[in-house]
């Protein structure tokens, strides 16, 4: 049984509240007025497992507040407040203090404030939850993929895999893939301006034909994918073209960029966020009847995401 099994089984309890969109997407919906929901999810890192033992304090605040932001880019939510339950194996001011300053640093930059927490002692790990307010019924949701869809990416893919994939091979990463992997860049500003225009959209955290994979699920639709429009860095580039295995672009996680669907009649509209922004988006491929993923490009290898369980 995988994490989703897992999560399907016992934990996605239906008819609690008429005013609440619970399991399913990148953040519960829960209805506070006429006119807005608050978009909420929760995020646990834990180290040896999404962050190596040597990371900087630093990064890890940066990383734990930064794939919850992401959670609310995927809705098209605006950030307001998160609280932080910190796990610590001991008592250490200078590492605090690193880390205080980081998460203190990217909450300023998205106007986002700490209102609470909980402190305990253990193996070092870092829970954070987020909410943020959407208009009532514009969320992005998972669910709203059409047939004919086009489907984007935002910026480059599998950096992160790429850097992390480096340090288990004992092989010292470029600075830049480092920073991919250890200070992600929530896409916020996309995902608020997609509201209205995107038609279903997820954040990439556990790899890209996985999450896109939760979209067509919960749409009930299929995907065509081309290998070549996927938007890739050059070290991804000369990993792909050395070792003619696509895995860590196509399954990789940590990206936090967002993946979405648009409707041909949106296209237009997506190019002036895009020149808005000064952001990179990419069509790589559109959504399909049929299930599944089909891949265009000439590599049928199947690529397994990171699982929990």
Partial sequence: MNEFELIEKYFNWTGSSPDVIGVGDDCALITIDSNSQLATSVDTLIEGVHFPKNTSAADIAH????????????????????????????????????????????????????VGGDTTKGQLSISINVTGVVKKNKALLRSSA??????????TIGDAALALWKIQQNIKPSEQLLSQFNRPDPQVQLGCALVGIANACIDISDGLEQDLT???????????????????????????EKSQDWCLALAGGDDYELCFSVAPENLSKLKKIEEDLDIKLSAIGLITQDEGIERMGGFDKKCLSYQHF
């Fill in 214 to 240: 939760h979209i067509l699920k919960r749409s009930n639709v299929g995907a065509r994918i081309n290998l070549s429009d996927i938007p890739l860095g050059i070290e991804m580039q000369t990993h792909i």
């Fill in 63 to 114: 990383k734990a507040l930064a794939v919850n932001l992401s959670d609310l880019a995927a809705m098209g939510a605006t950030p307001e407040y998160f609280t932080l339950a910190l796990t610590l194996p001991e008592f250490d001011e200078s590492w605090l203090k690193e880390f205080s300053n980081a998460l203190k640093t990217l909450a300023n930059q998205y106007n986002i404030t700490l």
């Fill in 146 to 155: 059409q047939v004919g869809d086009v489907i984007f990416v935002s910026n």
